[in-house]
């Protein structure tokens, strides 16, 4: 088994540690791994969408979720908004190069979860199993 330690080797020497309470860090690290903030960069992973198709593309979250992960995202630095002065006004978002990064190792990490369901919902038969 691999310790944090070991992962986070090499990683000593930056003036960041998520672990550590006062980091500021850990809200950017909320903001991309909660469930709006991560669904949100996957889909725009696949390129720039309007607000309303990005709402569509992540099925269930509110307009006010929606709008309130965005601003957290784009305060970070992670999404950019370009709203075009037309009549209606189009806004669209899209990943910035750290923003990009970011969503590259969430599809990772996605990816396996999608693909590891199967020992997912076993482990929870088995757990509800052994509670009833």
Not at 14 to 35: D, I, K, M, Q, W
Not at 65 to 73: D, E, I, K, N, R
Not at 107 to 115: D, K
Request: charged letters at 25%.
């Amino acid at each position: 088994m691999t310790t944090t330690q070991e992962l986070t080797a090499g990683f000593d020497d930056l003036p960041y540690n998520v672990f550590a309470r006062a980091c500021p860090s850990r809200g950017t690290l909320e903001h991309v791994t909660g469930r709006w903030g991560a669904l949100t960069l996957g889909a725009l992973y696949e390129g720039s969408l309007r607000f309303n198709e990005l709402r569509r593309r992540v099925d269930g979250v509110s307009e006010k979720m929606l709008s309130q992960t965005l601003h957290a995202l784009e305060r970070d630095g992670l999404v950019h908004r370009e709203a075009q002065p037309t009549n209606p006004p189009r806004v669209d978002y899209e990943l910035t190069p750290l923003g990009r990064g970011v969503a590259e190792r969430l599809l990772a990490l996605i990816h396996f979860v999608e693909g590891s369901m199967d020992d997912v919902l076993a482990a929870r038969e088995r757990y509800d199993a052994a509670r009833a």
